[in-house]
């Protein structure tokens, strides 16, 4: 069991709600609300489930905020994402986020104030300081206004020699802004070489192809950025960057670039990494650097030859997982998330069952308590991981593992050993980020398959459903003019959206189990993701502490 501290963690009664309801928690990943029409795969897909819940009593059905301010981010134009959605889901309460927080350390300087910092700078004098991220402006893991601060803040404060290494984007932004991007960074790097200060892009490749796997769900794609990055060694090479990505881009998208070194008039890589030297990850989302730090800071390691492994200084934006401590270094310190819902349930004896496939099963138990691995309590908690397809796109098996997720919950459920039946499931976010739009709806259908499943077998037993998202993305697959309407290239092809949305999720409740007079409340009219702790443990039959964010449902006496 966690250590309690001084925190009181006997949750008070339900005056109204009984204990002893087995409730499934379903969350369903990337599914948004938005008008219907044939670029919202969740319309087209026919999900006769989730229109049940959408079009039955209105008291049980509403939409919820899932993006910025709501879920810790800095503005509204922020769109959620799985990390910040599940930890405002299982937390209940708003947590400055990610890029909330390293803008705050870069604003007031206090990222060059801090450990991490300090740590990292003992290299400056004779090393290199490497900086290694995804280089977006999408703000899901990095920002580039943010490596452009980290730059000129690190030049400032010592380093002298400076390679970046990029990972290009075309997922949470549009496909073919990497060029835009690398030419910014190209220009800053070149006022500061004016300056005396030796900054060159070193090294690059696809998101999805080069370093930011996660989840250990392929090791080649980190060992082909390490072969790059470490060991100055790649299929390609080039003496300008932005000309490589040009080049590359000519037989694979943003997304997939293959890996390349930047040369110099020797066909030397310029910026390979080596002992003495620095190195920063500069993504402040964690779940793609984790393998990427374990593999720059674990002594033993045996996931693929490292060739050499330098003796670094390495720090991470943030520190990416609390219970690992990985990185042991970082710039600025992550969000102390305490008294999760998942930790109150568990001290006061609810026996917790959380399932999902490889890619999103972080997400239903590191983050949903509040970014802790393992179990508060296993006597009372079992998780199980269905392994994700690998070696191929999600588009080619969009049904994914949804429905091997149904059939886990199902029995989990019809075995009456679990209190909350919890499971992401992950087809709408995963293939709805390919950008195919026909795999997208049938990605959905077999979403909603899955919780129709889960839901026959909480009327079986007599209990509890919740369903709701953690950020929209399936139900807008097309980028569209201030109008609303769908743009189109000068070729006249249809720009596909590949990111998540601003969109609000919805959330229904129902069931056998669901008492007489419970209904969704219309007074919170600004109600998130946040707020849906508070209405799981009410519906467990407690009351939510005094801080989290006020509940869903009110019971109305008949």
């Not at 134009?77 to 803008?103: C, P």
């Not at 080596?274 to 674990?298: C, H, P, S």
Request: aromatic share 8%; glycine share 10%; charged share 25%.
């Amino acid at each position: 069991m966690a250590s309690s501290g001084q925190v009181s963690w006997k949750l008070e009664d339900h005056p109204k709600l009984p204990k002893g309801k087995t409730i499934a928690v379903v969350v369903l990943d990337g599914w948004g609300e938005n008008k219907p029409d044939d670029y919202n795969c969740i319309h087209v897909a026919e999900t006769l489930t989730m229109d049940s819940l959408r079009q039955g009593a209105p008291e049980k059905w509403r939409l919820i905020r899932a993006h910025g301010t709501a879920v810790g981010l800095p503005t509204e134009e922020d769109m959620g994402n799985s990390e910040v959605g599940h930890n405002a889901l299982g937390a209940g309460r708003i947590f400055a986020q990610g890029a909330k927080l390293v803008d705050l350390a870069l604003a007031s300087g206090k990222i060059y104030e801090g450990e991490g910092f300090k740590y990292i700078s003992e290299s400056f004098e004779k090393g290199t300081l490497h900086l290694i991220g995804l280089l977006s402006d999408g703000g899901v893991h990095s920002r580039l206004d943010q490596l452009q601060l980290l730059l000129k803040g690190a030049s400032e404060h010592g380093a002298k020699r400076i390679r970046v290494h990029f990972l290009t984007d075309g997922r949470d932004v549009s496909d073919g802004s990497s060029v835009g991007f690398v030419e910014t960074i190209e220009n800053d790097l070149a006022n500061l070489r004016e300056k005396g200060v030796d900054a060159r892009i070193a090294s690059g490749g696809g998101r999805m192809y080069v370093t930011m796997d996660r989840y250990e769900n392929d090791w080649d794609v980190v060992k082909r950025g390490w072969d790059a990055q470490v060991l100055g060694e790649a299929p390609h090479k080039f003496t300008n960057a932005a000309e490589a990505v040009k080049k590359l881009r000519e037989n694979a998208n943003d997304q997939y670039l293959p890996p390349f070194v930047i040369v110099d008039e020797h066909n030397k890589a310029v910026g390979p990494i080596v002992d003495g030297d620095a190195v920063v990850t500069f993504n402040f989302r964690a779940d793609r650097m984790v393998m990427l730090a374990k593999a720059l800071e674990y002594q033993d390691f045996d996931k693929f030859d490292r060739v050499r492994f330098p003796k670094i200084r390495y720090a991470g934006m943030l520190q990416y997982d609390g219970e690992l401590k990985l990185p042991s270094h970082y710039l600025v310190s992550p969000p102390e998330i305490d008294r999760t819902s998942g930790e109150y349930l568990v001290y006061n004896g609810i026996r917790t069952f959380a399932c999902s496939e490889t890619v999103k099963f972080g997400h239903v138990t590191f983050f949903w308590n509040g970014n802790r691995s393992g179990y508060f309590n296993p006597e009372l908690e079992k998780y199980v991981e269905i392994p994700s397809d690998i070696g191929i796109s999600f588009n080619l098996q969009p049904k994914m593992k949804a429905l091997e997720i149904g059939e886990r919950a199902r029995d989990a459920i019809l075995g009456l050993k679990f209190d909350q039946v919890r499971v992401n499931i992950a087809n709408g976010d995963m293939v709805g980020h390919t950008g195919d739009i026909q795999a997208t709806i049938v990605a959905c259908r077999a979403a909603d398959e899955a919780v129709k499943m889960i839901l026959d077998a909480i009327e079986q037993v007599g209990g509890i459903y919740v369903v709701t998202a953690d950020h929209g993305n399936a139900e807008d697959m097309v980028k569209r003019d201030k109008c609303g309407q769908p743009l189109y290239d000068k070729n006249g092809q249809l720009q596909i959206l590949t990111s998540h949305t601003c969109h609000p999720v919805p959330i229904a409740i129902g069931g056998p189990g669901l008492a007489p007079g419970v209904r969704l409340r219309n007074d919170v009219p600004d109600g998130g993701l946040a707020n849906v702790a508070a209405t799981i443990m009410n519906l467990h039959g407690f009351v939510a502490p005094n801080d989290y964010e006020p509940t869903l449902i009110q019971v109305v006496d008949n």
